[in-house]
């Protein structure tokens, strides 16, 4: 079994579609990120959370460190939001250990 | 544009060689990560330095090594290439060790034939 594992792996949606992807951690984190991959490769780093919720533009971000859960979610969504969405948890040593990915795919 | 910058962006090679992959940190970063991502096996840290130290060590193969250099530029060298090592590696920096935000580079694709 994966340490962090996401969910859905694939993910179809209409634009203006609310989105939610998944990411669940068996291990014990000292934060959590949620990255960005843009079909050219480019990443970016959304957000890290430690608890709660975060919210930038229409992105939102929770996690629930009891459940060891948290939620990616994309309000309104645009074609331009189509990329691959990665869920990594960093460990005390400063290091992340990663999610394989769900691939989002916004059809106008 | 990141501020972190990767050279170079292409790299096609042979089974056996050996290849430096640089990295330079944002201005005033003191921390770069090493990241490989593979089609079969995602992205996987590799390892971190700190203003000149390593700091943690991820699935780094021995054949890999890598160092900070007084400037902060990192450099990652991988030796006896072999076709599985054929991946994308990123490079990240970030302000302090335990970051907020880690800011990626664009990336060398290695290509091993």
């Known amino acids: 079994k994966n340490e962090v594992e996401q969910s859905p792996q694939n993910l179809t949606a209409q634009e203006g579609e609310f989105i939610t992807i998944n990411c669940s951690y068996s291990?014990?984190?000292?934060?959590l990120h949620w990255l960005q991959q843009h079909p050219g490769g480019g990443i970016v780093s959304l957000f890290m959370?430690?608890?709660g919720k975060k919210k930038h533009g229409r992105l939102i971000a929770t996690i629930n460190i009891q459940e060891k859960h948290s939620s990616l979610h994309i309000t309104a969504s645009h074609p331009r939001d189509s990329a691959v969405y990665i869920c990594?948890?960093?460990?005390?040593?400063?290091?992340?250990?990663f999610g394989k990915g769900t691939k989002l795919s916004v059809k106008p | 544009d990141s501020g972190v910058t990767q050279t170079p962006k292409h790299l096609i090679t042979a089974t056996g060689q050996r290849v430096t992959l640089r990295c330079s940190p944002r201005?005033?970063?003191?921390?770069v990560y090493w990241y490989q991502q593979s089609l079969d096996q995602g992205l996987q840290f590799l390892i971190q330095?700190?203003?000149?130290?390593?700091?943690a060590k991820g699935n780094i193969l021995e054949r890999f090594s890598a160092q900070q250099f007084p400037d902060l530029h990192s450099e990652l060298n991988l030796s006896s290439l072999e076709l599985g090592d054929s991946a994308l590696y990123f490079c990240?920096?970030?302000?302090?060790?335990?970051?907020?935000?880690?800011?990626f580079g664009p990336g060398t694709r290695l290509t091993v034939l």
């Open positions: 990240a920096s970030s302000v302090v060790a335990l970051p907020d935000t880690q800011y």
């Open positions: 291990v014990g984190i000292s934060a």
């Open positions: 959370l430690s608890s």
């Open positions: 990594a948890v960093g460990g005390s040593q400063g290091n992340l250990i």
């Open positions: 201005s005033g970063d003191l921390s």
């Open positions: 330095y700190y203003n000149g130290e390593e700091r």
